[in-house]
């Protein structure tokens, strides 16, 4: 039933994002496969992979995950096909570490202290960036420069550390 509902989410995120974009992008219809693809991902970790295929599919996730950053801009058509690659890296992310089994280099790295911190306050900073950015992209007549859009960001990060421990 997830699968054949996250596959029915897929087609809906594909067919709005360029037919409803807002619609797409906001709503949970085009959205849960999203979730899905998590749900999907709970039911079978437990299935253990040799450490070379641990290895390289953790890479792959992170290669995936590095690409989607560089490559992806305002003018990609996001969800829809897009979406496939970022979510797809983070289900390679997630899976090869199941619990009891030997870390991998990209676990490893991805639980240093810095990092576990950003991910610890990275809910209130997803929810301080938008208003900041909103309002930054409001006060300013052209785009914000890059020092404008530094600040909004190191004030976003402080807020979302104050929200983290208040």
Known sequence: ??????????????????????????????????????????????????????????????????????????????????????????????WPNPEGSESTIIQKFLSVPPLVFLGKISYPLYLWHWPLTAFLNYWSFDPPELPARIAMVLLALVLAILTYYF
Request: glycine share 12%; charged share 10%.
């Open 1 to 94: 039933w997830i699968g054949g509902i996250s596959l029915a989410s897929l087609a809906i995120s594909i067919w709005g994002a360029s037919q409803e974009f807002a619609s797409a992008f906001f709503l949970l219809p085009g959205r849960a496969w999203e979730l899905g693809a998590g749900s999907l991902l709970a039911m079978v970790a437990p299935i253990r992979f040799p450490r070379l295929a641990r290895e390289m599919i953790g890479i792959a996730g992170l290669g995936i995950l590095l690409f989607c950053a560089v490559i992806y801009d305002g003018h990609t058509l996001f969800p829809g096909l897009a979406a496939i690659p970022p979510v797809l890296a983070t289900v390679f992310l997630l």
